[in-house]
């Protein structure tokens, strides 16, 4: 049995600054726009089903790509546009998911398949397709959709879609093909859509689908992406090398598959997951990447560059494995704020997310240079190497949102693992409950919980402590009806009319000191801080999706205006002073930070230097980590 169930898409609702984000993002930002930046999210092909895998198109910014790449794109884009637009009600965006979801359902009709490719060259077995890569991506959408709305047809067609693709490759193998590549590889995202359909059908085939999933890719030999594989995996000192993305979308897998299979082989593999993510985490949650795109056994640091697409994806695996961790919610939502709240938020323009920073670092002096990792630095709509990390941004808040509350399995009740403004409206024992939560979190340590069902009923609210707590402090509530643990407390008690619950974390600043040994940082809460540095920003160019068609969207460079502080030592004796603390109210705390640290740095000499550290996700160049000592280079290789 799962720990956790995750509550249905649309049961937990943005409010204050996340619903703001959201809202801003979706009428004039990437959320909204990005037909603008690229047509490959319009091109339709999961209705139009007319492509041929192992092809090369012309694409997104006019340049070469394999065939299955826009198709992750339009699955990517869908998914975010499909769950925002739940999310905060817009009828005219919902209309139109709807009539995407009615022509895709057509498509399949006609076919038997949703998918991009045309149906005499579906399936193949040799080069490289994206064929479960890019189905799985629409089926995130669609089953968002159908969780939504509770449309059969589109539970239907994914179902119908899934077993044909299935026992297709069970026949023979999927990962072992000649000639695969990474959008063969990716295809280990597929388990989201087993273990999504298993959890909505209880149908056994979904888990033996899972596991075969899971085997084949460890049996297959592939060269590409082997870092999740068994054999690897039960190596607790072995590193992962392989491309981070790819990592990132898989860290559910062993643990899904040892669920679905009772294997003591899977079960060790799953074990040594958050261990080994833990080793390659950059000081601002992020997956560390060791040579472009690559972990390459880099182990995290201040200095290592992160990719949005892995980020956004690891902190949708992360939520998943919510569900299967034993023990383990409270750590994982400890790893799932630090992610969103530092490398996420930080890798985005505020308030409006018009650009997003496809490798990102949490020290950030300038992204005003082309030529390294080919553009991938720059902040974008649309960059030049691919699309998918501006169409990911998007993702992020709404998997956010359906990673905060989840229902408890042992017991009625209801499990809050990561915290924000939003409203629950769910059922607990078969009765209406709705449950507000009035925070300015991240920015403030303090939480009001409104609890409110239709009726008298008891259940458990189960309420995770963040890292980084003090003197944590609960009211409202009999001293009775609470249990406490280091990392949880439980409130069990009969719930009737409407009743609050104030929680107070008593949060305190912490220096941390990053992997190496080398360079230390500042914690309060989950959020990490940085000395800002204000940025000139340039257009480098337009970004459009039709060639003369001004969008409005664009590539640019950003450069300090003064950069002096990126030199500055960790101060040992420098004391800290929090500053200020958000209210509910705060429409864009991230475009304007309501917090900030004083404190004192050194400058190479020795001499302090007073300073004022903002959370890193509200600065666009920054310094997140400072050198321990003098020796150590401001600038490592």
Not at 333 to 350: K, S, T
Not at 435 to 456: A, C, H, L, N
């Amino acid at each position: 049995m799962r720990p956790l169930d995750p509550l249905p898409v649309g049961a937990v609702r943005p409010e204050g600054w996340i619903r703001a984000q959201m809202e801003a993002d979706l009428v004039d930002g990437l959320t909204g726009r990005f037909p603008a930046a690229s047509s490959n999210v319009t091109a339709e092909l999961f209705a139009a089903q007319n492509r041929d895998p192992g092809t090369w198109v012309r694409g997104s910014r006019g340049r070469e790509e394999k065939a299955w790449w826009a198709g992750e794109h339009e699955g990517y884009w869908m998914d975010g546009l499909v769950r925002t637009a739940i999310l905060i009600g817009d009828e005219p965006w919902l209309e139109r998911v709807a009539g995407w979801v009615d022509r895709v359902l057509s498509a399949c009709a006609r076919t038997g398949c949703i998918s991009i490719y045309r149906p005499q060259r579906r399936f193949p077995a040799v080069g490289f397709d994206g064929e479960l890569w890019t189905q799985s991506r629409a089926f995130q959408a669609l089953l968002a959709w159908y969780e939504y709305t509770g449309d059969s047809r589109v539970l239907d067609a994914v179902a119908g879609s899934v077993h044909a693709t299935i026992n297709h490759y069970r026949r023979s193998t999927y990962f072992g093909r000649p000639g695969a590549d990474g959008g063969t590889a990716h295809g280990v995202g597929y388990m989201d859509s087993l273990e999504w359909l298993h959890r909505l059908t209880a149908d056994s085939w979904y888990a033996d689908a899972a596991v075969w999933l899971y085997d084949d890719y460890s049996s297959s030999g592939a060269e590409f992406f082997t870092d999740l594989t068994v054999a690897h995996m039960r190596d607790p000192r072995r590193a992962w090398f392989d491309h981070a993305a790819h990592v990132a979308e898989a860290l559910a897998m062993p643990r899904v598959a040892a669920h679905c299979s009772g294997d003591s082989a899977h079960a060790q593999a799953a074990a040594n997951v958050l261990a080994k993510l833990a080793r390659h985490t950059n000081p601002g949650g992020g997956l560390a990447i060791g040579s472009l795109e690559f972990v390459a056994g880099a182990a995290g640091s201040g200095h290592r560059t992160s990719e949005t697409c892995a980020n956004v994806e690891t902190m949708i695996s992360l939520g998943r494995l919510t569900c299967y961790e034993p023990n383990g919610s409270a750590s994982l939502g400890d790893r799932i704020e630090r992610l969103v709240f530092n490398a996420v938020q930080g890798a985005r323009l505020h308030p409006v997310n018009r650009a997003v920073a496809y490798l990102t670092r949490d020290n950030r002096r300038a992204a005003d240079d082309p030529s390294l990792d080919d553009g991938r630095e720059l902040f974008s709509a649309c960059h030049e190497a691919a699309a998918c990390c501006a169409l990911n941004m998007p993702r992020a808040m709404p998997y956010y949102l359906s990673a905060m509350w989840y229902r408890l399995s042992d017991t009625d009740g209801l499990c809050l693992t990561a915290y924000g403004p939003c409203t629950v409206r769910t059922t607990v024992a078969g009765v209406p409950v709705e449950i507000k939560e009035r925070t300015g979190y991240p920015f403030s340590d303090e939480v009001e919980i409104t609890v409110e069902p239709q009726r008298p009923i008891r259940f458990e609210l189960r309420l995770r402590v963040p890292c980084g707590s003090g003197e944590v402090r609960v009211h409202g509530v009999e001293s009775g009806d609470v249990v406490r643990s280091a990392r949880e407390i439980r409130v069990m008690r009969e719930w009737s009319g409407r009743e609050n619950v104030r929680l107070s974390f008593g949060f305190e600043v912490r220096s941390c000191v990053q992997h190496d040994g080398t360079e230390a940082y500042l914690r309060w809460g989950p959020l990490v801080f940085a000395l800002p540095f204000e940025a000139i920003e340039r257009v480098r160019a337009d970004v459009d999706a039709v060639e003369g068609v001004p969008s409005g969207l664009h590539e640019y460079l950003l450069s300090a205006r003064d950069s002096a502080g990126w030199n500055f030592l960790a101060h040992a004796d420098a004391g800290v002073q929090l500053a200020g603390a958000a209210t509910p109210g705060d429409r864009f705390p991230w475009a304007h930070p309501p917090l900030a640290i004083e404190t004192r740095l050194a400058r190479r000499n020795g001499t302090p230097v007073p300073v004022r550290l903002v959370p890193m996700g509200s600065a666009a160049l920054r310094r997140t980590t400072f050198p321990l000592h003098s020796s150590v280079g401001s600038d490592p290789a």
